[in-house]
């Protein structure tokens, strides 16, 4: 059996949340609140350091600094500013954080590890959500080529938002903000976990018949440490699933 903690939406208040024990470590990303570069920077430190033997995070729309084809992505802005082309890159501060990452944590963005038999994949990527101010957002018609990169056989896929009508209601507009597309792939991946956050108010366990939903946006509506970390255990060869924190 592995045990997975899963904890999301912590934007920069990681330090206030009490982490149980595991085997793997899981954010789903917005571990800060614009990406500000001395939260990147707490927030690597802080999950490098934590017990589990392996730590395996993805940004979230909040996460800034990690897009290198959003407007605000601050290389993008400085050569504008020079007047210089701009190839399309994370700012050399991140980008050595990332490279020096110690061999037991994972950087995913679209792609996978994986983790003592165990097959993880990961992506930043959200449907159009106040599109202009945060960053991995897509347009519904093109966000399908993203999923078409989730393997069969992963065992967990980890996404920063939701799949439509699993845990992903937002209650002041009235809507379900997940994504309908990433909620066909999954029905056809068959993943035993899905794990997300992005929607705080989505906080909260679902299932179907091959696979089980985890919210983990640890902060509420009112961006408060308001929701406990998710602790789970798999065991891919016999499909099983505990969770351990109902």
Known sequence: MMRIVHISDTHGLHRNVSVPWGDVLVHSGDFTNRGEKYQ?????????NQPHRYKVFIAGN???CFDEHHPLNENKLEKHLMGEHYSPMKPSWLSNLLENLPDNVYYLENDGCEIEGVKFWGSPVTPWFYGEHWVFNKKHHEIKPTWDKIPLGTDVVITHGPVQYKCDYVSHSQHFAGCAQLAFKVLEVK?????????????GWAYSSDTEYFNGSILNESYEVAHSPWEIEINPDYREVNVLNK
């Open 40 to 48: 990147v920077e707490d927030f690597i430190d802080w999950l490098v």
């Open 191 to 203: 993943p035993l976990l899905h794990l997300c956050g992005h929607i705080h108010q989505g906080y």
């Open 62 to 64: 909040h996460d800034i």
